[in-house]
């Protein structure tokens, strides 16, 4: 292909190290000057490339760059916003394609969990009908971890981490205030339907902590729940709760629902822990406390895994490269190879088997009770959350870039998104 | 005084560096050994010496006891249990004399927040009434930061450096998704009575992030505060809002309330930001988020302030040194001597004038709409955020200690607590 313009956009919920994703990705591309023109990144992810709101990452110093590797959340902004079918969606398929023909952009490049994927091979499949040739390459983000094919998702390591030293914190406190105060912590987390983020909840089992995960893999028995609880605070005194958003009941109905729908149509969650301490209060009248991380856990950057930096940055590098070896609608994936030690390698996915397909939890990763994680999970686990990689502080806060984010000059009509 | 045994406690809520002041009394009392011999620590707290369930800290080598300062909660654990006034509680003071004196104890040690200071005032005056001489010292501690005399609270400054880290980096996500999703979030912090962790949300105001604080000195006004928020969407076009627990209505209702109270009879507070997230939706029907940081706040050692846990480790040294110098029923504070470079030495305060004092944000610390810090405040919060102080990290988890903790024989009959 001749030398093009490439685009990049961040979508979806954004993590601790989905800018890792951006560095390795725009890095890869200053390399190889010859064959990619400019990183043009889309300001609020797809938004940008539907209205024509570019950003010219050309204008950022390599520092600037380079610090994106530290900086959690999305650097150009994200967007919860998802391209439907290419029937009912094509006036804004074409317009993806006609601002890509506007700016030379030869180059797609979507950094997002599932939803985006499909979006992704969308504009691959649009760009052959259209005879407008654009290559697009996914990269994979998602905390939630339920992308397929891949070992693990950049973001999931990284809150995992988070969810497992906030657990160990927490579950000291609480040990050290149950014999006259609280006797149960409850934790609720992110996740969706995965129960993956909270599998990580599980890992402090090694450093004695009793804890009861509650996964949306698992239909809630509040019976069993509370026998499990009342078991655990008689023998240890105390006990932790480590509660997925998207526990249900077995009829489907999540414990508890704001109410209100994203974009893309899912029911936004929150909520679960104040029932579960509920619950629990009510059965076993134990005084408890209860924590919901929400965003705290996913943009926690000052604990982020090294071991999920470095898939992030090397995912974002290795698309450029996929790139340029002629790949179209893939994604870049870890290949796991070893446990201990721990080795992969970086792979590959058609993302005609990736679009749309949710990854849970497998049933060899819970244990037969359905409360807790098997030694096949925390072998699983324990990699991702290896190695801390400290962003730099000032005045105690640490410094996280913010890039100038300067506009592209529009060449076409304004658009009117519906 | 001829030689006599220690009996140290730690008293209410824990800290993430609350070990840190045991570090620093163990060590240095394990210096003086010709005054002090061995110190006693109370297993729950003020519970361990009422029912003579004493540990014995010299079983713990000085790499377990080191090991403390970089250990979250409470080691030897604590207790939520007040004694009251003399004349209600002389069977309950009296027993802890009887303990003592069965044990050779002459210095007690107690590490809290005001509850305990006023006890350990109290067994000052009784060991005079009693003719048991009794040296009593108070090491500071609560994450409230309301303690007065002392500058600041061993506790405070690594929760208001988690507070403001996770202020920020939270922040940041908001902005990422502002455009087609999340455009308010909502933090609920601890802090009682007091905003001190609600300020040190404002923080990052110096980061460009567009913060609301609604604190416990200023009455709650909806429409005030409503009007806060659409303005700062409309010019940011997002914000975030830190809410204290301890938020309540002109009329002194809270925000929320569980409806429960600890043993020192106040309000168990929890689920401010719910509330507050549902009132910005209604009235601008923005998509928020919302979080409870709750123990993960407290307990969070991976982020705690290198200032406070220093300050934590010399505040504890300083009770030895002060006992064997002779003063009683006082307390080490610290006395600041500059903002910039930040200065700063260990004072003295008798407990007469902390127990029962509750410290509040200062008015020239709030700005005039009340919904932010001054520049005052920020200079007064800086240093105390300052320095980072990681733990050692296994396997992607911080090393904590977790003692011996063995048990010193029994000399007395069993004592019922009521």
Redesign the interface.
């Known amino acids: 292909m001749a030398k093009k313009n490439a685009f990049y956009a ?1 979508s979806g ?2 993590t ?1 190290v989905i800018n890792a994703s951006a560095c390795g990705l725009i890095e890869a591309a200053r390399k190889h000057k010859a064959k990619i023109g400019k990183v043009y990144a889309g300001r ?2 797809i ?1 940008g490339a539907l209205t024509e709101d570019l950003i010219d990452t050309s204008k950022e110093t390599a520092a600037a760059i380079a610090a994106l590797r530290f ?5 150009f ?5 998802k391209l439907k079918s290419l029937e009912a969606n094509k006036r804004e398929y074409e317009r993806l394609i006609e601002v890509f023909k506007a700016h030379d952009i030869g180059y797609f490049f979507y950094n997002g969990g599932g939803d985006s994927a499909d979006t992704c091979y969308k504009v691959s499949q649009l760009s052959e009908a259209m005879g407008y040739p654009i290559v697009a390459i996914h990269v994979p983000k998602t905390v939630d971890n339920d992308l397929p094919i891949t070992d693990c998702c950049p973001g999931f390591g990284s809150v995992a ?1 988070y969810i ?3 657990t ?3 579950s ?6 149950c ?4 006797k149960v ?1 409850v ?1 609720e987390v992110m996740g969706r339907h995965a129960g993956w983020i909270a599998a990580a909840g599980g ?2 089992e ?3 902590i009793p804890v009861v995960i509650l996964f949306p893999e698992v239909d809630f028995d509040q019976q069993r729940f509370i026998a499990r609880v009342d078991k655990l605070v008689k023998e240890h005194g105390y006990c932790t709760v480590v509660v997925s958003e998207g526990c249900h009941y077995p009829d489907g109905k999540f414990l508890a629902e704001q109410g ?1 729908k ?2 893309f149509g899912h029911a ?1 969650l ?2 679960a ?2 029932v579960v301490a509920g619950l629990v209060k009510q059965a076993l009248g134990h ?1 408890f ?8 856990q ?6 982020a ?1 090294k071991t999920d930096v470095k898939q992030a940055y090397e995912l974002g590098a290795k698309a450029v490269d996929l790139a340029l070896k002629g790949h179209n609608a893939v994604m870049p994936t870890v290949d796991r190879l070893s446990d201990v030690p721990y080795k992969y390698k970086i792979g590959l996915a058609p993302l005609s088997k990736v679009a749309n397909v949710e990854k849970f939890m497998p049933k060899d990763f819970i244990t037969a009770d359905g409360f807790g994680i098997t030694a096949k999970c925390k072998r699983y686990l ?1 990699p ?5 990689d ?1 962003p730099k ?1 000032k ?4 410094v ?1 870039a ?1 890039l100038k984010n300067a506009a592209v000059a529009k060449k076409l009509a304004a658009f009117d998104l519906k």
């Open positions: 961040q919920g954004v601790a609020n992810g938004i900086t959690p959340a999305g650097a902004g994200s967007a919860r916003y981490k497992a030293v906030s160990l914190e927490a000291l406190d609480v040990r050290s205030m014999k006259t105060s609280t912590f934790l890992l402090v090694g450093h004695g209100s994203d974009a936004q929150g909520g822990a104040p005084k406390h209860w924590a919901v991380a929400d965003y705290l996913r943009a926690a950057r000052h604990i895994s324990a991702l959350i290896n190695g801390e400290y502080y005045g105690g806060l640490p996280y913010t």
